[in-house]
């Protein structure tokens, strides 16, 4: 191949790599649709392509919520409850909020206040993409689990998680935190003499890592304490599915 082709060859190669590598697990976390929709239709939009409306508890989103828009908060059964099944706890209403007849809570005013559920509003959707399962399975199991979490329009699937960039890295160990297991799955394996990324297989791993790694040791975790370091696939523990993009 001659230079001119070679260079041509390699941005091609390259340029969905340096996209993935653009993009970050942490995020924002959330993201405004400024469209007017229902509750309901605002929460089913935002499941398509996100992960539901945006809960807000114990979050420090507020100081950053700028617009007017539902949020993942309902009267069900009488109580106020999160989409997440979280109870409300000390979030505050807005003045005289909220009122008896009006069942959906929108942001406004930097607070909470209640709506009829029909009203059109925009909304925030919660946007993330590193998602802690809270079970405890296998690598395989694991890796089945998140790719069963497909959208039914298939708009959107999940993988176990790519943890290529340092602060991506980072923010899995944070994350890691609030699991109930010490360790918690990536989608790192080895696999036919090679380790890869199951979510993102022609993604070069800068990682180090054995070359001849010990049977026992063929699946990725990262842990409270330390990044990633590779452990018995058969071992139970929770782990992460990273949501992939909409088009
Ligand atoms: C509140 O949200 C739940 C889903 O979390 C839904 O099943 C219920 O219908 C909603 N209630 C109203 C009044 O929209």
Redesign the pocket.
């Known amino acids: 191949m001659d230079s001119y082709l070679r260079r041509v060859f390699m941005l091609v190669l390259l340029t969905p790599l340096m996209h993935l590598v653009s993009s970050d697990l942490r995020g924002l976390g959330y993201v405004f649709i400024p469209d007017a929709e229902t ?2 239709e605002a ?1 089913q939009c935002c499941r398509t392509c996100y992960s539901g409306l945006l809960t807000i508890n114990g979050a420090d989103y507020e100081a950053n919520l700028d617009d007017e828009g539902w949020i ?1 908060l ?3 059964d009488g109580s106020w ?1 999160w ?1 997440n099944g979280e109870p409300l706890d000390n979030l505050q209403w807005h003045k005289d909020e909220p009122k008896d007849e009006e ?2 809570a929108m942001w406004k005013y930097g607070s909470l206040k209640s709506e009829q ?1 029909s009203s059109s509003k925009s909304f925030y959707c919660a946007d993330q993409k590193l998602v802690l399962i809270s079970e405890e399975k296998t690598w395989e199991e694991a890796l089945q689990h998140c790719r069963d979490l497909r959208s039914p329009s298939h708009d959107m699937w999940y993988d176990l998680v790519t943890l290529e960039m340092h602060k991506d890295k980072t923010f899995a160990m944070e994350e890691a935190q609030k699991a109930a297991t010490d360790e918690v799955w990536t989608g790192l394996r080895y696999l036919s003499s090679r380790w890869f990324w199951v979510g993102d297989g022609d993604k070069a791993i800068r990682h180090a890592l054995p070359a001849c790694p010990d049977q026992n040791n063929l699946c990725g975790a990262v842990s409270k304490t330390r990044r990633l370091q590779t452990r018995n696939c058969m071992e139970r523990k929770n782990f992460f599915c990273q949501r992939r993009e909409c088009d």
């Open positions: 509750w309901e929460n993942g309902n009267r069900t409850t989409i069942d959906c559920c």
